[in-house]
């Protein structure tokens, strides 16, 4: 290796560790650069969604090393191998069902049942996965709003202190965001780095478009979201027995988001506790989940625009 090579080399370590320790890195790939966090460690996904200034919590995409790490997580249907197959490593992201045992955190996909996942072609990408060995969540590295960064000056300038390390690997080749397409059932979810024409000609006929703008930017309207089976109740103090109190700050409750009243923390326990809070109402035979007031700061606006979600009136009970 030459003496730039071994410098590269060793940065590229020092981002693996710094996001085996629960870092955010900025890493090029072939599309745009990503803001990189361990997609199984709930807080450092939450920095994330704390860094982009994001309004709610949408779904990230995760980005694995190989197919067989992209299996452990999601579950391939035979279109889905296929088109990993033939366009893997590089800019198609899968949306495919999550796999049983699967090690994300809730936050990764915003409670939804699904994963955005994908291989990503550039060698600095790869080198930086191969050496995580854990599926790292990625949304492109800009500010909720700002265009999306495709060197590595735009995120230093977009996102400055709140990257932990910013790898360089130069411009990106792609400089879009990658084809995000869904299998089950088949619909372009986004266009992309990679041509829709390229996949219709794989598959041998058509894909609907499903790229209705502000579709996918607020999972809580899916049906697929997760909402709990009981109904919630927010801006609960004090608890009134009839119902499983959750938390936060002062308010002790019978699980808390964050002792500390700390909201990235919150964050980082939203959905997992939600699912939690759900088990122990039923355990209890109770119908109801009180939440406490959580601040309108931070990413406390997008915690409670969850939670308003999962609060609102439902049309059936599952
Ligand atoms: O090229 C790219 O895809 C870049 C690089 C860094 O890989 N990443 C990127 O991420 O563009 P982001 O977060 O800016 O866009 C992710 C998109 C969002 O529109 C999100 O709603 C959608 O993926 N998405 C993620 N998970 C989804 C899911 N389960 N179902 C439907 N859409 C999903
Ligand atoms: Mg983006």
Known sequence: MSATETRRHDEMLQAADRLRRGGLVAFPTETVYGLGADATDARAVARVFAAKGRPAFNPLIVHVGDLAAAERLAVFD?????????????????????????AL??????????????????????????????????????????????????????LGADVDLVLD??????????????????????????????????????????????????PGQLSSHYAPNAAVRLDVVDAEGDAVHIGFGPVAGDMTLSATGDVVEAAANLFDMLHRADALARARGLARIDVAPIPEVGLGRAINDRLRRAAAPRIAQP
């Not at 035979?78 to 699967?102: C, I, K, N, S």
Request: one cysteine or more; hydrophobic letters at 45%.
């Open 105 to 158: 955190a809730p936050l990764v996909t915003a409670g939804l049942d699904t994963v955005a996942i994908r291989v990503p072609a550039a060698p600095l990408a790869r080198d930086l996965l191969a050496a995580v060995g854990r599926p790292v969540a990625a949304p492109s590295a800009n500010r909720s709003g700002q265009v999306s960064a495709t060197r590595a000056a735009h995120v230093r300038e977009g």
């Open 78 to 102: 035979p279109v889905a191998r296929d088109l990993a197959a033939r366009f893997w490593p590089g800019p198609l992201t899968l949306v495919l069902r999550l796999a049983e045992g699967h």
């Open 169 to 218: 690997g130069g411009p990106c080749p792609v400089g879009l965001e990658s084809t995000i397409l869904r299998t089950d059932p088949l619909a372009l979810l986004r266009e992309g780095g990679l041509a829709a024409e390229a996949i219709e000609a794989a598959l041998g006929h058509a894909v609907p478009r499903d790229v209705t703008p502000g579709k996918v930017q607020a």
